[in-house]
């Protein structure tokens, strides 16, 4: 009985009940910048609940959406600092940071989320771009391709000129081409100065015509389908290192899984969203003819030159790049 006095005194000091040794429940913080109803924290949520299901309870995630544990250009230091244990960037908001994956927010013609989604993660994981050393990434989306909302009609480029629309990285960059004056800012300061008239409207995906209520304010909505918006989860390097190789295993096993899960419940919930706006806010759709598209598209082709000239300067393989972005669409959709 001596013995047995000792075990549980080795128990007791070590912090395990003699009784039953179980696994230590592990929770970790997941943090998000825009607010609950729109996909980026649709995801979060679909995400969290398939790693309790899947690891039985053994991982808890606490989700923070609406910029509440971090903002959107606080995201990514504030993972690495370990502020929040993972969290959800839009690359578009550091386009100087996120170079080699901000190239599939090129005017490549990416033709929904789903396919883009896959094609940013294939190039992720071929380039294993440096961006990333620092975080271990659990999965990448990207938006549907990005479309005019606005309070006034936009039928030409005409139109464009000299307007106050909102977007950011690879879109900000085709707004300025189209002659627009582009005002940069994250999706989550939007809302407030479309409100206050500091915009006229914005270049996005469209499901947030809904999520976000824009269809209050913005009347048009112009079809371009021009660029998209990736996105990354990234989870803190030594929180991820202290896991279970099995819990491990499960968040490896759902980082194609959550992509395409997340392009196809994007790409559902922007058709959602068009018949939506159209029914609840009498939203006007307007379509540009092949000539004009032809017409908007002109003014684009230096975009992608330059950014292989840039990409090359900083040492990176511009055109190859590009030339993968380009066959991966084409694999992805086949
Ligand atoms: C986006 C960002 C946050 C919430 C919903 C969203 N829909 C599209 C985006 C893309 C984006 O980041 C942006 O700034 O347009």
């Known amino acids: 009985s001596l013995f047995f006095c000792v075990l549980a005194a080795v128990a007791l000091f070590s912090g395990i009940t003699p009784v039953t040794v179980q696994a230590k429940k592990v929770s ?3 943090a998000n910048f825009p607010p609950a109803p729109t996909f980026p924290c649709v995801q979060m949520e679909r995400w969290k609940t398939e790693i309790e299901k899947r690891t039985d309870g053994a991982v808890q995630i606490n989700t923070f959406p609406g910029g509440t544990l971090l903002g959107a250009k606080d995201m990514m230091d504030g993972v690495i600092n370990g502020q929040a244990d993972i969290g959800c960037i839009c690359m578009a908001y550091q386009p100087g940071r996120f170079t080699v994956t901000n190239a599939t927010s090129l005017p490549l013609d990416i033709p929904d989320a789903k396919t883009g989604s896959l094609v940013l993660l294939d190039l992720y994981n071929k380039y294993q771009p440096k961006a990333f050393d620092k975080v271990k990434v659990l999965t990448m989306f990207v938006t549907a391709p990005a479309n005019i909302m606005s309070k006034a009609p936009v039928a ?9 629309l909102r977007a950011s990285g690879g879109a900000a960059q085709i707004l300025k081409s189209w002659g627009a004056n582009q005002v940069g800012m994250p999706m989550s300061d939007t809302p407030e100065a479309l409100q206050k008239g500091v915009i006229k409207g914005l270049f996005s995906s469209l499901e947030v015509m ?10 048009y909505i112009t079809i371009t389908d021009t660029v998209i918006y990736p996105f990354a989860v990234i989870m803190n390097k030594s929180a991820w290192g202290k896991l279970p190789d099995d819990v491990k295993q499960v968040m490896d096993g759902m980082i194609e899984e959550q992509a395409s899960w997340t392009g196809e419940y994007m790409d559902q919930h922007v058709s959602d969203s068009i018949a939506w706006s159209k029914k609840a806010h009498q939203v006007e759709v307007i379509k540009l003819s092949p000539e004009k598209k032809a017409e908007w598209n002109a003014p684009l082709a230096p975009i992608t030159e330059n950014w292989i000239k840039n990409a090359e300067e900083k040492g990176l393989p511009g055109g190859q ?3 993968d ?3 991966l669409i084409v694999k992805r959709t086949a």
Not at 156 to 164: R, T, Y
Not at 210 to 219: G, V
């Open 28 to 30: 970790l913080n997941y």
């Open 156 to 164: 030409e480029l005409a139109d464009l000129k000299g307007l106050d």
């Open 210 to 219: 809904k999520d976000l209520k824009f269809a209050e304010i913005c009347k």
């Open 321 to 323: 790049i590009v030339k």
């Open 325 to 327: 972005i380009k066959e």
